[in-house]
């Protein structure tokens, strides 16, 4: 009783921004991301008989007991749905740089998700792994699909009709995603605290609510016509939107930093000169920028130019769940 799988990251261009209910991560609004092709997590799963509980092991290191019940929560989902009490031993690598403001949990309870529900037996179809997957980390839901993803956000309290859906396949629309590695400081308010402090006291959250739909029709219809300017256009300014609520929160914070304002000033100027490309940033310091194959060497150079960039890492759109046994 034992599979592998492996998941890749992915980076939300219509940001996914407050829960609607925090245990079983629904969301307030639906989002969009692209999954991206250089960072993964590969894991395996066994089920075993002869164990007496769950063992997690980290990149070949015996993970702590609170990363370890986090996994065995979320496997408990798994064995409930299977009608089997058996614990597992969850093997997992990253090639997830976390340095760079890539969350691994997207793409670790994605494959976590895949191997695990193959493992114990489970037939299920893409859309039921969405929703299994973002039960662990919302934006998992999003990594089993490859190239441009929705997460539809759903209305039923029981979240079954909260899942992804694939937009558009990564082999028909290439586009570069390069992801900033910047010289900051950790983040001092958590994403998933800052989540709850803007939704619970942000002054601004109501105006986010009504804004993002518009994007996301937006975003949907850019991508649908290929039309790069117009999705670099609202990916950014949605961003923007999302990171200004923190601000209306109580008490405010923010996530910039001083090198991450360096990047979005470096961006703007480049479009100032003729370059299309455009920033997003998540719930951190570090920024992700958007533009076209043939401009990404002229804009990854622009960038390392900056003195607190560390490096820069060039991504495309990615595929989806792959199975590996």
Not at 155 to 182: F, K, M, R, Y
Request: aromatic residues 8%; glycine residues 6%.
């Amino acid at each position: 009783m034992h599979a592998t799988a492996r998941a890749h990251t992915n980076i939300a261009l219509i940001k996914y921004w407050g829960k609607r209910d925090e245990s079983l991560f629904l969301p307030t609004n639906s989002s969009l991301s692209i999954t991206l092709d250089e960072f993964y997590t590969t894991t395996t799963v066994s089920f075993q008989p002869s164990l007496n509980k769950d063992v997690f092991l980290l990149n070949g290191e015996k993970a702590n007991e609170h990363e370890t019940n986090k996994i065995s929560r979320f496997l408990d989902k798994i064995r409930i749905r299977a009608n089997k009490q058996i614990y597992a031993e969850v093997n997992s690598l990253n090639q997830v740089p976390t340095a760079a403001g890539f969350a691994s949990s997207a793409s670790g309870f994605a494959a976590l998700a895949a191997a695990a529900t193959k493992a114990i037996g489970l037939e299920v179809t893409n859309q039921e792994l969405s929703i299994i997957a973002r039960q662990g980390s919302g934006s998992a839901c999003r990594s089993i699909y490859g190239g441009f993803v929705e997460w539809q956000q759903g209305v039923l309290d029981d979240g079954t009709d909260s899942h992804a859906v694939p937009i558009l396949h990564e082999n028909e629309w290439n586009v570069s995603i390069l992801s900033v590695l910047l010289e900051s400081e950790q983040k001092k308010v958590l994403s998933r605290d800052g989540m709850k402090r803007t939704v619970e006291t942000s002054v601004f959250y109501s105006g986010w609510l009504e804004a993002v739909q518009k994007d996301l029709t937006t975003a949907k219809q850019s991508i649908a016509e290929r039309n790069f300017e117009a999705l670099g256009k609202v990916a950014e300014a949605n961003a923007l939107k999302m990171h200004a609520t923190t601000l209306g929160a109580e008490p405010p914070f923010m996530y910039w930093q001083s090198s991450t304002l360096d990047v979005m000033q470096k961006i703007q100027e480049l479009r100032e000169a003729g370059m299309q490309a455009y920033f997003t940033i998540d719930a951190g310091p570090n920024v992700k920028v958007l533009c076209q194959p043939k401009d990404e060497e002229a804009v990854r150079q622009a960038l390392l130019d900056l003195e607190k960039v560390k490096g820069v890492h060039t991504c495309h759109p990615g595929p989806g769940i792959v199975y590996l046994d």
